[in-house]
């Protein structure tokens, strides 16, 4: 089955920097959009960046010009690189997978999901 396992993420100071990494397993070949969302809490899970097959990245206008997607398809794994970080930036960071190249920041039409990995960070 497809499982998506997050590492990284943790504590930093304002400014910082973070990077967090998804290792996909399962996910047949083909089509697909990968991303990542957060959640505060209180708060609804918001996309952040994702990007497809096509390794077309498209990324929220809270973390344009500071955050990061990429890919690396031969080691199945996704990373988002998060570069002067606020403190509005900590949540819970989820890594989720779609088929089809047809990415979106709508949660609900994502497949699969990890467990999610905490940032916090402090002014």
């Known amino acids: 089955q497809v499982q998506l396992v997050e590492s990284g993420g943790g504590s930093a100071q304002a400014g910082g920097s973070l990077g967090l990494s998804c290792t996909v397993s399962?996910?047949?070949?083909?089509?697909?959009?990968m991303g990542w969302f957060r959640q505060a809490p209180g708060y609804e899970r918001e996309g952040v960046a994702n990007i497809n097959s096509d390794g077309k990245a498209t990324y929220a206008d809270s973390v344009k010009g500071r955050f990061t997607i990429s890919q690396d398809n031969a080691k199945n794994t996704l990373y988002l690189q998060m570069n002067s970080l606020k403190p509005a930036d900590s949540a819970m960071y989820y890594c989720?997978?779609?088929?089809?190249?047809?990415?979106?920041?709508?949660?609900?039409?994502?497949?699969?999901w990890g467990q999610g990995t905490q940032v916090t960070v402090s002014s």
């Open positions: 989720a997978a779609k088929r089809g190249w047809v990415c979106s920041f709508l949660s609900n039409l994502f497949e699969y």
């Open positions: 399962g996910f047949t070949h083909g089509t697909y959009c």
